[in-house]
């Protein structure tokens, strides 16, 4: 089930858009999110031509038009609002969508969504004291999740010791299929360095 409220007056101009296209037969939506659980989530709509439909995504019947959502940004798009303001300078179609940076997570979530809500929710806002922060750069098939520290973290000289003590400590309590954490991060650039 797809919880997002796209407007009539959204619908009506992304209409307009979809019927300016070049072979516009059948062009439709899709809507995602880049980034999803990450302090860098952003909330996309691109054209979908016949073809670009990806497997599992949701459609949706709209105004005219087909909209796709891909299904791993279901979580990220719930409650999600598409509008479509018109205004003296054309007009401005505006995306809200809360749950983008911190979605509502489940035990079934996928691995990847689950570190990144402990990680936003648990770990960065102590780290955000330091100036630092901490982000998910991918688990490996050994159940490994890969770490970048960045801001006054990058070259810091505790960096070793929250990592073991704090960060896997956290993750592997709550997260017990994880098998270890590993840090990527170039620690010889200390120009931002907490200490």
Do not use: W
């Amino acid at each position: 089930m797809v919880n997002v409220d796209i407007t009539e007056s959204a619908q009506k101009y992304l209409k307009e858009l979809l019927d300016k296209q070049k072979d516009n037969d059948g062009i439709g939506i899709r809507m995602f999110v880049a980034n999803p659980g990450t302090s860098n989530a952003e909330t996309c709509i691109a054209y979908c031509r016949p073809g670009e439909e990806k497997e599992g995504d949701v459609v949706v019947e709209l105004n005219g038009f087909k909209a796709h959502f891909e299904e791993r940004s279901l979580p990220f798009l719930e409650d999600a609002k598409v509008d479509y303001a018109a205004d003296r300078m054309g007009g401005q179609l505006t995306i809200r969508a809360p749950n983008s940076k911190m979605p509502r997570v489940t035990d079934d979530s996928p691995l990847e969504d689950r570190i990144n809500y402990v990680l936003y929710n648990d770990v960065n806002p102590s780290l955000a004291s330091h100036g630092g922060n901490v982000s998910l750069v991918e688990v490996t098939d050994d159940m490994i999740a890969i770490l970048k520290f960045g801001g006054g973290c990058q070259g810091c000289g505790s960096v070793a010791i929250t990592l073991k003590q704090g960060i896997e400590v956290q993750l592997m309590d709550k997260l017990p299929e994880l098998k270890g954490i590993r840090d990527v991060t170039d620690h010889t650039d200390r120009s931002n360095a907490y200490m």
